[in-house]
């Protein structure tokens, strides 16, 4: 067990509605990471955030934003969901900002449904 | 644009004996390469990582090897056993605007049969 949890564990959502997916980092990690699983295909890397602050962005849409908060807790905001939204949706934790440092521990996902 | 890629989805093996998977990759900024194992319902796993200064790296049952000139990397698996039947995902870190972020592969699943 890694220590990084997320909630919800499944959750459905109607197109255009706004989701808020939540992580809880591992104690003492700072970076957390969100990456999107689509069916069939590897984790395809949102953002990042260190110590509050979007610290890295990969080619995602602004209605993907996120949160971290003082306790390296992390969520995740979709707005306006589009059916191609629908994947597993994965946190990971890491002690980043030192180069080389990248075992990332990854949370057990939240599957998010859009129909 | 698939800048790491894991061109075998599948591979069946013996009990006992070597799983080989590979990862081809094209981006020469790419530093650092990771190998994640998956169960279902479950988050990536670290299984071993190796730096672009090496070519080999080592940990118990676990063998990565690394060939920069072919951006080519493959993780050795000896002796296989059931217990290691998951997917496994080749990742590639790269340093860019103050972050690192991993690049994934689509996933190989690996069937151990007893």
């Known amino acids: 067990e890694t220590g990084v949890t997320q909630s919800p564990t499944h959750l459905i959502k109607t197109r255009g509605q706004q989701v808020t997916l939540r992580c809880s980092s591992q104690?003492?990690?700072?970076?957390v990471s969100w990456y999107q699983q689509a069916l069939g295909q590897g984790p395809q890397f949102i953002f990042q955030y260190y110590r509050e602050e979007e610290n890295g962005r990969g080619n995602f849409p602004p209605r993907f934003s996120g949160l971290q908060f003082p306790n390296y807790s992390s969520e995740l905001n979709v707005n306006a969901l589009e059916l191609d939204d629908s994947a597993l949706y994965l946190c990971?934790?890491?002690?980043?900002?030192?180069?080389?440092?990248?075992?990332?521990?990854f949370g057990q996902g939240t599957r998010l449904t859009v129909v | 644009d698939q800048q790491v890629k894991q061109n075998s989805p599948s591979l069946s093996v013996q009990e006992g004996r070597i799983s080989i998977l590979n990862c081809d990759y094209t981006?020469?900024?790419?530093?650092?390469f990771l190998w994640y194992k998956k169960y279902p319902a479950e988050g990536p796993t670290f299984l071993i990582s190796?730096?672009?200064?090496?070519d080999k790296n080592e940990d118990g049952r676990f063998t990565v090897f690394l060939n920069k000139s072919a951006k080519h990397l493959s993780l050795h698996i000896v002796p296989s056993q059931p217990g290691d039947s998951a997917v496994y995902f080749c990742?590639?870190?790269?340093?860019?605007?103050?972050?690192?972020?991993?690049?994934f592969g689509k996933g190989m699943k690996l069937t151990v049969n007893p």
């Open positions: 990742a590639a870190s790269v340093w860019e605007g103050g972050s690192e972020k991993l690049v």
């Open positions: 990971a934790s890491s002690l980043a900002m030192v180069r080389g440092n990248t075992e990332a521990f």
């Open positions: 190796i730096s672009s200064i090496k």
């Open positions: 104690s003492g990690h700072n970076t």
């Open positions: 981006n020469s900024m790419f530093d650092y």
